[in-house]
T-cell receptor, first 112, second 113 residues
């Protein structure tokens, strides 16, 4: 089973609305990262949140981390058509900082 | 202009042939990674290297091989032993290990028929 699982798998909203994506994981982490992937392209790093942090912001992005529930959420406010992409969470396990483990991703469509 | 490059963008091979995918970075990063992505799926780690002349198997290393002779380069060979090689291959680098953000190349789409 996956270390990181995103929910929902797909999300469709209107431009200007907020989009929330959730990520759950199973074992203790060192940090959790969110990435964006436009269709057929490489991934772009969005935010890294460490296990001792609860919330981070970057522009219109807000990430929260709840280690007691082993979950994280990514909020995109005032979405734009250009935000249409797949979003992945990835975890770095405690005691093993050599690799990232990716979830299956959430596909976001923002309609103009 | 710093970044990570992969070539070629599209690659076609016949079954039974080995093929090598190129990955180069000029970010002076110590760590490099190879991932495989299948349609509608997340990324799965093939191999990673945290320092020159050293690399470790990821979750799906069977049928693949790598080398890390130079800091800037981390080529991936898809061998004929890989049962289902058709996929999108992504290379990434980070300053030092997965505790830091990873920078991704544009990917190589390999089709084997």
């Amino acid at each position: 089973s996956q270390q990181g699982e995103e929910d929902p798998q797909a999300l469709s909203i209107q431009e200007g609305e907020n989009a929330t994506m959730n990520c759950s994981y199973k074992t203790s982490i060192n940090n959790l990262q969110w990435y964006r992937q436009n269709s057929g392209r490489g991934l772009v790093h969005l935010i890294l949140i460490r296990s001792n942090e609860r919330e981070k912001h970057s522009g219109r992005l807000r990430v929260t981390l709840d280690t007691s529930k082993k979950s994280s959420s990514l909020l995109i406010t005032a979405s734009r058509a250009a935000d249409t992409a797949s979003y992945f969470c990835a975890t770095v396990l405690s005691g093993n900082t050599g690799k990232l483990i990716f979830g299956q991703g959430t596909t976001l469509q923002v309609k103009p | 202009d710093g970044g990570i490059t992969q070539s070629p963008k599209y690659l076609f091979r016949k079954e039974g042939q080995n093929v090598t995918l190129s990955c180069e970075q000029n970010l002076n990063h110590d760590a490099m990674y190879w991932y495989r992505q299948d349609p509608g799926q997340g990324l799965r780690l093939i191999y990673y290297s945290q320092i020159v002349n050293d690399f470790q198997k990821g979750d799906i290393a069977e049928g693949y091989s790598v080398s890390r002779e130079k800091k800037e380069s981390f080529p991936l060979t898809v061998t004929s032993a890989q049962k289902n090689p058709t996929a999108f291959y992504l290379c990434a680098s980070s300053i030092a290990g997965a505790g830091y953000e990873q920078y991704f190349g544009p990917g190589t789409r390999l089709t084997v028929t």
